[in-house]
């Protein structure tokens, strides 16, 4: 993965590291005779140039780098009080992601990501609906998101509701929206909500299902990623590792 994406999508240099480059390439842009271009190389938050440059599979390995990073422990040293004014003009997130609302999966940061950075949809089991396709649809053709991720994780409570067929008030329809994953799942072994094995097996099937979803019912994304202007990928977080893992 080039460096300049990662800088790009999360500067994690140190301040005394930053100083030196800004000072190199402010030289050299000054013996080239042209305006510094350090203060958008080196700006907190996306800028529309930053994020227009880049492709669809450079977001996705720069979420890679930042979910090692954390799994290091080794996250960017933040500044939220610098992205928070400088994304209050105007946003331009690389990506939007569709996660869990687990409080043990909280996307921007097990991928390391700042202020500005992405969009985040979160709802019990990732499920795509009306609401979050139309977010979805905004996020990408209308404020220039390039990559679609749908985010599930291991031990999800949703999943495990789905299969045991729980029913609670408007939790129940929206459980209902998982079980065609619970069916379609081939799992040898018991399946149950206590086999642990199973439900993380359900809850990978229902990030495939929920991103074939998205292509058949957002003609809008579909024909965007046809174009090459976006990439809709899955991913699971699992738990105990830290690790996301990505796959088509
Ligand atoms: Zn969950």
């Known amino acids: 993965m080039p460096d300049k994406v990662q800088s790009t999508l999360r500067d994690n ?5 930053r100083f030196l480059k800004i000072a190199s390439i402010a030289t050299a842009t000054t013996a080239l005779g042209v305006a510094p271009a350090w203060q958008l190389a ?17 977001i996705l390995a720069a979420m890679k780098k930042g979910n ?15 992205q928070q004014k400088m994304s209050a003009k105007g946003q331009y997130p690389a990506a939007v992601i569709l996660s869990c609302i687990d409080s043990r999966a909280p996307a921007e940061t ?21 609401d979050i396709l139309g977010s979805m649809e905004f996020a990408c053709k209308v404020a220039g998101a390039k990559v679609v991720l749908v985010m599930g994780h291991t ?16 939790l129940t329809g929206l459980l209902a929206k998982i079980r065609p994953a619970v069916d379609a799942t081939q799992y ?3 399946r149950s909500a206590k086999n642990y094995g199973f439900v993380d097996a359900v809850a990978r099937k ?18 965007m990623e046809t174009a090459g202007a976006i990439k809709i990928a899955g991913a699971m977080y699992n738990l105990e590792t830290g690790r996301v893992e990505f796959f088509a």
């Open 188 to 190: 040898q072994g018991e």
């Open 68 to 82: 090692e990073r954390f799994r290091r422990g080794k996250e960017s040293p933040h500044d939220y009080l610098a």
């Open 155 to 170: 031990a999800c409570g949703a999943i495990k509701g789905a299969i045991d067929n729980a029913q609670l008030g408007n």
């Open 42 to 58: 080196y700006a907190a938050a996306l800028t529309k140039a930053k994020r227009d440059k880049l492709t669809p599979d450079e």
């Open 110 to 130: 097990i991928m390391d990501l700042g202020i500005g950075d992405c969009f985040n949809a979160r709802v019990a089991g990732n499920i795509a609906n009306e």
């Open 13 to 17: 240099h140190s301040p005394r590291r």
């Open 206 to 223: 229902n990030v495939e299902l929920t991103v074939i979803d998205i292509r058949r019912r957002s003609p809008v994304l579909a024909e």
